[in-house]
């Protein structure tokens, strides 16, 4: 399975990014999706998810509000709509494929295939 993220940049405070990502060797329909983030010096932390079934979501609790996650399962792909970003939103954004189909949505950094990244930068 192959993940690519895109959509990064840097935006000015309160402004806000759509970020993607495509997923290839897997049909995403089955799976959880998720987006971790990683800031310089710091561990990998969730950010949001959406179930397989696209019938719940979850939220880091300082995102939630501004950022919305969503899917495509036609187009293979995931999104992240970040609004009202702050400059502590910087960071390489991450969307991971959960390892197993069909199973109760978690925020575990280790239940994930991971791609790369794309950066985001938010200036004050």
């Known amino acids: 399975v192959q993940l690519q993220a895109s959509g990064g940049g840097l935006v000015q405070t309160g402004g806000s990014l759509r970020l993607s990502c495509a997923v290839s060797?897997?049909?995403?329909?089955?799976?959880?999706m998720a987006w971790f983030r990683q800031a310089p010096g710091k561990e990998r932390e969730f950010v949001a998810a959406?179930?397989?079934?696209?019938?719940?979501?979850r939220y880091l609790e300082s995102v939630k509000g501004r950022f919305t996650i969503s899917r495509d399962d036609a187009k293979n792909t995931v999104y992240l709509q970040m609004n009202a970003l702050k400059p502590e939103d910087t960071a390489i954004y991450f969307c991971g494929i959960d390892k197993y189909n069909k199973r109760t949505l978690v925020n575990d950094v280790d239940r994930y295939y991971w791609g790369q990244g794309t950066q985001v930068t938010v200036s004050s």
């Open positions: 060797g897997r049909t995403l329909s089955n799976y959880n």
């Open positions: 959406t179930s397989w079934s696209g019938s719940s979501t």
